[in-house]
T-cell receptor, first 113, second 112 residues
Framework: EPEVTQTPSHQVTQMGQEVILRCVPI?????FYWYRQILGQKVEFLVS????????KSEIFDDQFSVERPDGSNFTLKIRSTKLEDSAMYFC???????????FGEGSWLTVV | GQNIDQPTEMTATEGAIVQINCTYQ??????LFWYQQHAGEAPTFLSY????GLEEKGRFSSFLSRSKGYSYLLLKELQMKDSASYLC?????????????FGQGTTLQVKP
């Protein structure tokens, strides 16, 4: 079964450092998303991306965050200057376009120290 | 506004049936999802309802009533591996923005 893959699975970074989380969505999918889940809390929508631009973003997705699809396969989330409260599991997800099943990657666990 | 509620915890016995309820309020609705999430892992898709009624998939069934803002996930013949968190989420319209609004999740513990 095709799957969304994410790297790294776990990253520890110092506060103020830049972090890039990478995702390879399912190959024939057209819509891409980032969600996050702080430990013990609910999954939260960050941003959706379609046709090489952001289609919607949440209030969490401030100027410190950016997304990019640098080539035909990767989809990245960049956090410019990490804060302690950015520590969370970050999930990439994708949607084919027909149908509404959104598939999640295994997640990247970010720890900011 | 928008809101989604589900019980925090439930316990059931192996082999039994359990129903996990979810209520939601939203101004734009494009379907209701159920995901299973084991600790430290990604949500795994279980079901999707966009029309009223029951959708059955093996041991799992999901029901939706849009007029009542209500859904439930029914798990039959419970197995120990079903111990996990079950996430209810609705999809905000328009659906292709992929904005899923999740509930807190219901932690289900299956006991022998």
């Amino acid at each position: 079964e095709p799957e969304v893959t994410q790297t790294p699975s776990h990253q520890v970074t110092q506060m103020g450092q830049e972090v890039i989380l990478r995702c390879v969505p399912i190959s024939n999918h057209l819509y891409f998303y980032w969600y996050r889940q702080i430990l013990g809390q609910k999954v939260e929508f960050l941003v959706s991306f379609y046709n090489n631009e952001i289609s919607e973003k949440s209030e969490i997705f401030d100027d410190q965050f950016s997304v990019e699809r640098p080539d035909g396969s990767n989809f990245t989330l960049k956090i410019r200057s990490t804060k302690l409260e950015d520590s969370a599991m970050y999930f990439c997800a994708s949607l084919q376009g027909s149908g509404n099943t959104i598939y999640f990657g295994e997640g990247s666990w970010l720890t900011v120290v | 506004g928008q809101n989604i509620d589900q019980p925090t915890e439930m316990t059931a016995t192996e082999g039994a049936i359990v129903q996990i309820n979810c209520t939601y309020q939203t101004s734009g609705f494009n379907g209701l999802f159920w995901y299973q999430q084991h600790a430290g892992e990604a949500p795994t898709f279980l079901s999707y309802n966009v029309l009223d009624g029951l959708e059955e998939k093996g041991r799992f069934s999901s029901f939706l009533s849009r007029s009542k803002g209500y859904s439930y996930l029914l798990l039959k013949e419970l197995q120990m591996k079903d111990s996990a968190s079950y996430l209810c989420a609705f999809l905000k319209a328009p659906g292709n923005t992929g904005k899923l609004i999740f509930g807190q999740g219901t932690t289900l513990q299956v006991k022998p």
